[in-house]
């Protein structure tokens, strides 16, 4: 590695949702961590159909390209593109979807996902088995609100909501946003709901920094 950066790519053309990831993580994250941000200009609006995920998949893999070296952190939960650019031989390339998996199951044995639309579900699905991690999912249930209204303010009490059924229905030990934008209610909702809750993007980050030592 030509230096120790981190870039945190958002996938879609939101620049506000960019600005509300990196606004998101913890302080001494943003001050420990060499983080650049980027924006995928070229990419749709948000991201919520498979149709949407194969194209930001596609800008994700010309990114990388570009950005030969950095650590790299998609933040998206689909984790586009990931797949493809490690199979380029590049290791350092981290989906926040694996991250905040990982992470779970590490510390907490299991975990619940909220996802941001019912679409989404089948595909987290098959991430999580290909990932060989079907047996510590314990339910994973939509907002119906799209990344927009999952990233609002607005969001926050469905948001809750969902929890408490992951939490006391599915019998989840932890939660995962599923969503990079729900990051900014991570510590709100898990103070509502006395279980770990995990934002991916900053579970993306941590695997970056641990991989960097």
Not at 27 to 38: A, E, N, P, Y
Not at 107 to 125: L, P
Not at 149 to 155: F, K, V, Y
């Amino acid at each position: 590695m030509a230096d120790r950066t981190i870039l945190v790519v958002n996938p879609n053309a939101s620049v506000v949702m960019t600005d509300a990831i990196a606004a998101s993580l913890p302080s001494d994250v943003r001050t420990g961590s060499q983080l650049r941000f980027m924006t995928n200009a070229a990419g749709p609006l948000a991201i919520e159909s498979d149709a949407d995920v194969i194209a930001a998949a596609r800008q994700v893999f010309a990114i990388a390209a570009q950005e030969p070296n950095h650590a790299i952190v998609i933040a998206c939960f689909s984790d586009p593109g990931v797949v493809s650019v490690r199979a380029t031989g590049r290791p350092l390339v981290f989906g926040i979807a694996e991250s905040a998996y990982r992470a779970a199951v590490a510390a907490h044995g299991g975990f619940g996902v909220i996802s941001i639309v019912g679409a989404s579900i089948a595909r987290h699905a098959r991430h999580v088995e290909s990932l060989r991690l079907t047996a510590h999912l314990h339910g994973d249930r939509s907002l119906d609100l799209g990344v927009a209204g999952a990233s609002d303010e607005s969001g926050l009490a469905r948001i809750i909501a969902i929890g408490r059924l992951l939490r006391d229905v599915d019998k989840a030990p932890a939660i995962i946003l599923g969503c990079a934008g729900m990051g900014r209610h991570r510590s709100r909702v898990e103070a509502e709901l006395g279980i770990p809750v995990l934002d991916p993007v900053l579970e993306g980050v941590r695997a970056a920094r641990a991989a960097l030592g």
